[in-house]
């Protein structure tokens, strides 16, 4: 029987590259997001799409149940949504902080508790963190912080679902060229600093990728796959590089 895999903003940008990998390694792709934009419709009938808000416990529940309604079981959570945005600390307030927290941490934590109570026997959590969550960087206080505590819960989790045999595993990607991403290195206070976003993706390659590339979203898709399978089974609690040798570790 085909494995049921729920995916958070799993319609644009990693998200979508995320579903994509997974229809076509042949699972049912449950997608949940704000908007919808026809991707679940595109892949076929073994993907469907549920609007939600990562915010709030009750639609992550919802998630589950819709899954397991479709599918008699629920194999995979991948809590990929997330938002960003540099701002330096005398720049913040409340709404900001809350829209970071609430989006990163909570929505990630609220996906981590729905997957421990209606996952399937043997089943796997990936969260979609960030090489931030690793290492700081300058305006980027907030998301960093809300990444970091994606490692701890990521960490914390491994252990206290490991004797369910739940496991739970986190991804951290350096930059992927996706529309978000973008969007955010517009503004002035990213570290494009509001020039070319193209110059200076070309000089970060080159100074600090050993790859002298970017990964693309379907690599980091890829990684998820990997963690999701077998082949993985003894890994848990681990935030894993998808970083082209960005930062080593």
Known sequence: MSKTVIITGGTKGIGAAISQVFYEAGYHVLIGARN???????????ARFLKIDVTKEPDHIRLAKTALRWTKRLDVYINNAGFS?????????????????????????????????YLSTGGVIINIS????KRG????????????????????????LGQQGVRVNAICPVYVETEGLLRALRDKRSPAKG????????????????????????EVAQ?????????SSA??????????GVLPS
């Not at 890994?235 to 082209?244: A, E, K, P, Y």
Request: aromatic letters at 10%.
């Open 36 to 46: 919808n934009n026809g991707l679940a419709s595109r892949l076929g009938e073994r």
């Open 137 to 160: 960087s300058a305006n980027n206080s907030a998301y960093c912080a809300s990444k970091f505590g994606v490692t701890g819960l990521t960490q914390a989790l491994a252990k206290e």
């Open 195 to 218: 020039k070319s976003i193209k110059i200076y993706f070309q000089r970060f390659k080159e100074s600090q990728s050993a790859l002298q590339r970017l990964p693309k979203g379907e």
């Open 130 to 133: 960030s090489l931030a969550g």
């Open 85 to 117: 945005q540099w701002k330096p600390i005398h720049e913040f307030d409340a709404v900001f902080w809350d829209k970071m927290m609430d989006t990163n941490l909570k929505g990630t934590m609220w996906g981590c508790k729905t997957a421990a109570e």
């Open 223 to 231: 990684t998820c796959l990997f963690f999701a399978s077998d082949a």
């Open 235 to 244: 890994i848990t609690g681990q935030s894993l590089n998808v970083d082209c």
